[in-house]
């Protein structure tokens, strides 16, 4: 009695299960979810970009090991930045200007370049030369600072 | 023959022999740096012709469109001379006699000294001359009555260049000179009132109705809603890259500031700045951001 019970459960939670797992598979993200996310994964990128100037500029000589990770870090989350950004995910609490959406094409050179900058940085810093990893920084800042020019609200 | 004699004319005329002449353009291009001339007067975003006549400044009292600055004779200041330039640049008054609006910030460049001034006009006066007319302003009915700028200015605007404070180090001076004359910072971050006049109780305190919109951050050392917790180098660094001490960058008007401007001046002089505005009264005033309307919100207005 009892198990037959518990069998009845377990199958709806079964059947419950299966019939929502396309479901979630398939639907698509709340944009303000959207927005959430890529705000968090470009802040993500902000801290490590703030922790390697920390480091280059001398400031925290005792974490100048972790050069790496941040690089790497940074490496990792600018890898498709238009990904971030699909359609529909344009209004809500963004500072996204239009242009991101309306020059798609200008969006993604942009990007690509920053990730091609941070894939150049993450190994000037395994290469070990202080020399080129400062430059390689300088070049990755200025992508970043060019494309929040054309594609970012000024903001506080 | 003409252009030989146009020659001799010249060599006549010129106060300076070349050298010299160049010399003081050097000059002047580091006081366009720092003054951001460009920002404005060329419209980068349509490819126009550098000082060539700018984009849209949209502000609370309409839409300015920067005039054109080369030294074309016809469009440009080509036919201005020094005294013309000066009063300009110092007192806000065209040539023929009409008072600018303040869109255009010599409320700030007033405080240039003369030779920086003269400076700047011979480095202006080694651009391409651009045969492009002006683009008149889009103003509401009250802002185009020219002459009640008369009385604007009699409320607002102080004439006159920059006194340097004996109390204070050569470093604040000059970065005073910097901040307030030539790179005119107050003029976004300074909230203003109705009237268009800074609000002077709270210098450089940030205004989320700055120009295009924009959010332009309090500037004042409050550690709170400010750069309070921003050293001088710090300071001098985001001037220089763009980057904030948590990684973040410029983005819009101020990154073009940094680009074409401030990242190219000598770092004692970003170090100045740094040192003037950390000495600044610390303002508590936080800017909030203007945020636009959630999609719930659209749907349940728009069908």
């Given amino acids: 009695m009892r198990s037959s019970k518990n069998k009845k459960a377990w199958s709806c939670f079964a059947v419950a299960a299966l019939l929502s797992l396309p479901v979630v598979a398939g639907a698509e993200s709340e944009p303000e979810d959207i927005i959430k996310y890529r705000q968090n994964v470009m802040k993500a990128n902000g801290a490590n970009m703030g922790a390697i100037a920390a480091i280059l500029q001398g400031k925290v000589p005792e974490y100048k090991d972790r050069l790496g990770d941040h690089a790497r870090g940074v490496q990792a989350g600018t890898k498709n930045i238009p990904a971030l950004f699909p359609d529909g995910s344009d209004f809500g609490d963004t500072e996204a200007l239009e242009s991101v959406w309306k020059d798609r094409a200008g969006f993604k050179k942009r990007s690509d370049d920053t990730s091609k900058k941070a894939d150049a940085l993450a190994k000037a810093v395994a290469g070990g030369d202080a020399k080129a990893i400062q430059a390689r920084f300088r070049e990755l800042s200025d992508s970043c600072k060019a494309c929040h020019k054309d594609f970012r609200k000024e903001q506080q | ?303």
Wanted: charged share 25%; hydrophobic share 35%; aromatic share 12%.
């Fill in chain 2, 1 to 303: 023959m003409l252009a030989g004699a146009a020659l001799l004319t010249a060599a006549l005329v010129l106060p300076a022999p070349p050298a010299a002449a160049s010399e003081l353009a050097k000059r002047g291009e580091y006081v366009y740096r720092a003054s951001g001339c460009g920002n404005c007067h060329t419209d980068r975003e349509a490819g126009g012709a550098e000082l060539a006549g700018g984009a849209a400044l949209e502000t609370p009292f309409g839409v300015f469109y920067a005039p054109n600055i080369t030294p074309d004779r016809e469009h440009g200041i080509g036919a201005w001379s020094d005294e013309d330039f000066l009063r300009a640049m110092r007192e806000g008054v065209s040539p023929q006699g009409s008072h600018y609006y303040p869109a255009f910030p010599y409320t700030s460049y007033t405080r240039l000294t003369d030779e920086d001034l003269r400076a700047l006009k011979a480095y202006l006066f080694t651009v391409s001359p651009a045969a492009r007319p002006d683009r008149p302003h889009e103003l509401p009915w009250y802002a185009r009555l020219r002459p009640l700028l008369y009385f604007w200015k009699w409320l607002y605007f102080e004439p006159g260049p920059y006194r340097p404070d004996p109390q204070q180090s050569p470093a604040w001076n000059r970065g005073a000179y910097l901040a307030t004359a030539a790179a005119h910072c107050g003029e976004c971050h300074t909230p203003r009132d109705r009237f268009g006049g800074f609000d002077r109780e709270r210098r450089f305190a940030g205004t989320k109705d700055g120009p295009e919109g924009a959010v332009v951050p309090n500037i004042t050392p409050d550690r709170k809603t400010g750069i309070g917790r921003w050293s001088e180098r710090d300071i001098a660094y985001y001037l220089e890259t763009g980057m904030t001490p948590d990684g973040d960058f410029a983005g819009d008007v101020m990154a073009d500031v940094i680009d074409n401007g401030l990242s190219h001046l000598a770092k004692d002089d970003l170090r100045a700045i740094a040192h003037y505005l950390k000495s600044l009264p610390a303002i508590e005033h936080a800017v909030s951001k203007r945020k636009k309307d959630k999609p719930g919100k659209r749907d349940e207005f728009e069908y």
